[in-house]
């Protein structure tokens, strides 16, 4: 069974650094791609970016890129997501997710397919 | 930030038929990139319900179907159930400067 298992509440100050995890079993962590998603109250779903387990790439959404930074550790299956200073506004429910590949003639997108029970980070000023 | 536009709400009564709208634009659905939806229950992970805009992932019953047209794609949700109620997102890629995969603003489905 596909499982994505993510690391518990998380409450910091604004300027604080913190990093939560998400760990994977039942498939072939290291081939699968792992996006994080966000849940901002009252904003829905925003993608953050994505890393391909096998060999640390990745992909930034652009608004993110250099406030948040994704990492793995093969040895256990467990991919990262890191803040080296929290705003008020990352204040979400953050979760992982595994990339699902969808192929239609020459069009390739991609869903997420299996996702971890989100972990709420919560950035008091 | 979200670029794909949902109704924030829809209700039905047991056993009757609704659809959730997706709209976006010319960079997402209309470029003719695939839609994905997702069952989600405060709480709980998010749920892959249809990939693909059409298919279901096994076990999905097939009282949820989808489709798209044009800048727009939608969930119909037949013989609507108690457990049915829930919050419901689209998801599609973008190839705007935006960012790649970009979700609707979410549907909260009431069964009433």
Partial sequence: EVQLVQSGAEVRES????????RGSGYSFNTHWIGWVRLVPGKGLEWMGSIYPG????????????????????SSAT?????????????????CARRFTVVRGIITTYAFDFWGQGTMVTVSS | QSVLT?????????GQRITISCTGSNSNIGADYDVHWYQHLPGTAPKL????????PSGVPDRFSGSKSGTSASLAITGLQAEDEADYFCQSYDSSLSGF????????VTVL
């Fill in chain 1, 79 to 95: 991919a990262f997501l890191q803040w080296s200073s929290l705003k008020v506004s990352d204040t979400a429910v953050y979760y």
């Fill in chain 2, 6 to 14: 949902q109704p924030p709400s829809v209700s039905g009564a047991p």
């Fill in chain 1, 15 to 22: 300027g604080e650094s913190l990093r939560i995890s998400c």
């Fill in chain 2, 49 to 56: 319900l249809v990939y693909g805009t059409t298919n279901r």
């Fill in chain 1, 55 to 74: 060999d640390s790439d990745t992909t930034y959404s652009p608004p993110l890129q250099g406030h948040v930074t994704f990492s793995v550790d093969k």
């Fill in chain 2, 101 to 108: 995969y970009v979700f609707g603003t979410g549907t909260k």
